[in-house]
Structures are given as C-alpha cells and as structure tokens.
C-alpha cells in the first residue's frame, strides 16, 4: 500500500486549490472536509466491489454476534476449510427449512437450516471506517523567566493559562497568548499544593479535575461521595472501607465513575459504582493525568499516551507540563518544554492500496475549499470525476458480483 499522513493531503489539496500557506480554512474545517471526503470515497469503495478493506470472521452453529466494527455486509459463505459455498439472504417468503439462508437479527447473523457437520460460517464484511485526523502545526510561545538558567517549575495548566512557581518562591499565572504574568502568593507552599481551573486557582490538597472543573471526594462513615469543589454532590458509593488513596491524592476523575491516581508508578482506576480497582499504566515517568471527554492522558518512557496508545513520543520533547484543553476549533492543545503548543491530534497514516484514493480525496478536499472561497469550482470538480473514474477502472471485477450485491446488508 502506498503511504501518506493526512497532512501531506491536506497541503496537496491547498496547492490544487491555489490555497498554500494559506490560513484561510481553518483547521476545524479542514477536519470536517477530509472527513466528508473520506466517507465519500470510503462508500463508492463499497459499492464499485473494491475489496480492500474487506474483513472475515468465522463462526460454528446458527447465530453469532456481530463484530463491533460491522458496518456493511459483502458475502456469506459456509466453508470445509477447502471449498467455500456461498448462502443467499433468506427472503420474506423463503421457508426456514430450505435453504441454507441467512439474516439479520438485531446485532447477530442467524443461519437457518445449517448443511453439515464441521463446516463454519465464513461472513465478509466491510468494517467501519477509521477516522482520520491531522496534526495542527507546533506553536513556540513565550516561555517563563529562567533564574541562573533554569526556567520556573510548571505547576499545572488550564485552558490558556499556566500555573508556575518561580525561584523567588512565587506563584504566577501565565496567559499564553499574551505572554503576561500575574503573581499569586507570595509565601512559601509545597508546588503541589496549588491547581488551576477555569475559574480560579484553588489548594490542591484532595481537589482533581475534569475537563479543566475541579471535583473532590470525601469518606465518611463507609460512604465515598463525589462532589463538585463546591460541595455539590455528584455521587456516593457505599464502600467497606476507606480506598486510601495515596497521600490522600485522586489525580483525575473520566466524568463517569472513575478515579485516577498514580501508585508505586502505575495508574490505577478507581470504579466508583463497584469500589474495584484496576490498573492502567505501568511505569509512569510523571504523576500527571488529565482526563478530558473520553480521553485520559499521561506519561510514561516511551512519551505522552492517550486511551493507551503512544500520542507523542519523548523524542518530540523534553519536558511535558500537561493538557490545557481539547480544542477542536484548533487542534490544540498539550504544553511542552517551555514552551511549545502542540496538536491533541496526530497526523493519521493513509494506508492506501494505491495513488488513485489519495489523488481523489485531494480533488475532493480542492473542491470544498473552492466552495468555500467562493470560487468556481468546474475545473477542479471535473478533475475530481476523472480521479473517480480511474478509480474504477482500477477494481478487479467479480465475476458472482451480481449474486453478492444480493446479499448486501448495511448495518
């Protein structure tokens, strides 16, 4: 398959659209236009035979769930490891006891009059298409002071601002995009006893947060309540006892019923609906963990990790201050290294099986953003269907095609 990140389309489709080093479409548009554009190409796949895409599972018996990723069924066969035998959809007059026939059920697939021991149900299906996203570029900001060459120590981040804690034992607050401090205290604390939220900068202590609002938690006679940091009640638990998080410290909290804290390196889940606790992450470099929506992130040797998988490895930074927000207008953003804004996304690869998808979905992109300027879009739309047209020139033709689209089940 021939490769390319998202970003590379994005450049190829300003360039056709004689928009380049242009900020004219915004990165949140260009979001919605590759994503409209690969549904687009990601159903004529479906319906010009290309297989692609194409997965199987396999199954023994009359019914089987199907898989999460379903999105459209292509063939349904029985097989004796040899020879495949292809199984039409049952029709509304078809009686159950000829056949064999198959048909959906809600989420299953059912066989009706199964023919032979040891033989198993081979489905083909197209899964559901991959998202795909691009990576806004990288943002140098205005740093914090440096005292004999070393910067102030990151606190914690909030939206557009940073927590910091300077030398002179002071705590400052830095707006990002204007690059203006203004100093909190002036006394001595521990660095971590300070977060910052969207309102205000709040004593840390027992407080963690959730999309940048703080929360807290309180036990008290075999009772574990969530509350809002201002004392509304959110949730409680019977528990047998006190979790005893460490150091009375909850780092995180998903919105749901779970409860982030780092233990002995690891990140462990607290479940608030059934008192159990389950381990995420082991060997954690930082005691960071920022939940935003669906989305947990932290640290470990290999780099900054969200829901498990690598985001941005540690060869991209040295030093990681947190998740200011999930912006989806920009892309942005995580702080790093004193400091650098980088994109929540990464740039997806495009794992094609040739230039022809690549170059429609580029013409495609060129033509949204003609639309969008204004402009007329004739010519670039007429390359965009010529691109379509090798496209399916390109698909191999089945020669049961006709029994298969028969057979079509879209979930």
């Known amino acids: 398959m021939t490769t390319y990140n998202a970003k590379d389309l994005i450049e190829q489709a300003q360039m056709l659209a004689d928009l380049q080093n242009s900020d004219f479409i915004s990165w949140k548009e260009n979001m919605m236009f590759l994503d409209n554009a690969w549904s687009d190409l990601y159903q004529q796949i479906i319906n010009h035979g290309d297989k692609s895409f194409l997965k199987t599972f396999s199954f023994e018996g009359e019914?089987?769930?199907?898989?999460r990723d379903f999105y459209q069924l292509f063939y349904v066969c029985y097989s004796d490891g040899l020879n495949e035998r292809p199984i039409n959809r049952k029709a509304k007059t078809s009686l159950t006891n000829n056949g064999p026939y198959y048909d959906m059920e809600g989420d299953d697939i059912v066989v009706f009059n199964k023919?032979?021991?040891?033989?198993k149900i081979v489905v083909y299906y197209f899964p559901i298409r991959d998202s795909i996203t691009y990576a806004s570029d990288d943002q140098k900001l205005d740093g914090i002071p440096e005292t004999?060459?070393?910067?102030?120590?990151?606190v914690d981040v909030c939206d557009r601002k940073v927590l910091w804690y300077a030398e002179d034992e002071v705590y400052y607050v830095?707006?990002?995009l204007t690059g203006k401090d203004e100093p909190l205290v002036d006394e001595e604390e521990e660095a971590a006893g300070f977060m910052i939220t969207e309102e205000d900068v709040i004593s840390g202590g027992v407080a963690f947060k959730f999309n940048n609002r703080c929360y807290r938690t309180r036990y008290e006679n075999g009772v574990l309540e969530l509350r809002k940091y201002n004392g509304k009640l959110i949730h409680s638990v019977n528990v047998s006892s006190d979790p005893h998080f460490p150091s009375g410290r909850i780092n995180a909290f998903d919105g749901k019923f779970g409860l982030y804290y780092v233990e002995n390196e690891n990140l462990i889940r607290f479940d608030l609906e059934t008192g159990e606790k389950e381990t995420i992450a082991e060997g954690l470099v930082s005691n960071k963990v920022y939940c935003f929506k669906d989305d947990v992130y932290w640290e470990t040797e290999d780099g900054?990790?969200?829901?498990g998988e690598l985001l941005i490895p540690t060869t991209e930074y040295s030093e990681w201050h947190g998740v200011m927000k999930e912006d989806e207008k920009t892309g942005y953003g995580i702080l790093f290294d004193?400091?650098?804004l980088?994109?929540?996304y990464e740039n997806t690869q495009l794992l094609f099986p040739n230039n022809v998808?690549?170059?429609y979905l580029a013409y495609k992109l060129a033509v949204y953003y003609k639309i969008k300027q204004g402009a007329d879009p004739s010519g670039v739309s007429s390359a965009a269907v010529s691109a379509l047209n090798t496209f399916y020139n390109t698909i191999l033709k089945d020669t049961n095609e006709y029994v298969r689209i028969a057979n079509v089940y879209a979930r």
């Open 357 to 359: 998808y690549y170059n």
């Open 338 to 340: 004193n400091f650098v």
């Open 174 to 176: 830095r707006d990002i």
């Open 304 to 307: 900054v990790i969200v829901n």
């Open 342 to 344: 980088k994109s929540i």
């Open 63 to 67: 019914r089987c769930e199907l898989p």
């Open 148 to 154: 004999d060459d070393t910067p102030g120590t990151v």
């Open 115 to 119: 023919i032979g021991c040891g033989r």
